[in-house]
């Protein structure tokens, strides 16, 4: 289970750093948004079975190697938060982006201080798809030998040699849709804290 958290989260996490500033570059330069949205949008069609076969040797790697699987995931990652920062970025209102400029703001502090924060319900709502894909894509890759839920659907379809033997296929299905709702929530509870304002808009 823990080897499945670590492999469903870092990769996210990765994918947020690289994405931010080429999300940025992308609302920002509008002549850099239409190929990076298409580059990252033929990526992340790309069969992860098939990334994972590819990396290896792209990289470098040994086609074994537990480093395979995390890069693949932060690529897919990568390519569906660039979209959202994007996004996220371009629905701030642009009279707050004046305000901000006109009272003294510098564009980096504008940019961290003022455009990112409310950017941040966008951001999170694609960080909640990015997870909850990623514990689906992780059980894939036990069947390349990754210690993780995975390996529960191998070991069923191993059993099932004359008749179908479901109580490891079961328990990897309940375990995994168990860790997307925890990972699911607690990204809800991220996006709560990091946006108080919005609460009390509600009240």
């Avoid at 469903?8 to 994405?19: E, K, M, Q």
């Avoid at 994972?52 to 699987?69: A, K, T, Y």
Wanted: proline share 9%; net charge positive.
């Amino acid at each position: 289970m823990w080897a499945h958290t670590w492999l469903s989260v870092v990769p996210v996490l990765v994918g947020l750093l690289l994405a931010l500033p080429l999300g940025w570059l992308a609302r920002r330069y509008s002549f850099v948004y239409p190929p990076m949205m298409s580059i990252t949008g033929v990526l992340y069609t790309v069969p992860s079975i098939a990334l994972f076969v590819l990396i290896p040797p792209l990289v470098g790697l040994d086609p074994l190697s537990p480093l395979q699987v995390p890069i693949a995931l932060s690529l897919y990652s990568t390519a569906l938060l660039v979209r959202v920062v994007a996004d996220g970025l371009a629905a701030v209102p642009q009279d707050t982006i004046a305000a901000a400029t006109a009272i003294g703001f510098r564009p980096v502090n504008r940019f961290f201080k003022v455009e990112l924060p409310i950017a941040v319900p966008v951001i999170t709502a694609g960080l909640r798809v990015a997870i909850v894909a990623n514990v689906s894509i992780v059980a894939v890759a036990g069947t390349i030998g990754m210690t993780n839920l995975g390996l529960l659907f191998d070991e069923g379809f191993k059993l099932s040699t004359d008749t179908p033997y479901y109580p490891p296929i079961v328990l990897g299905i309940v375990l995994c849709v168990l860790l997307a709702l925890v990972l699911d929530a607690l990204v809800v509870a991220l996006d709560r804290s990091l946006t108080p304002w919005r609460r009390a808009v509600r009240r």
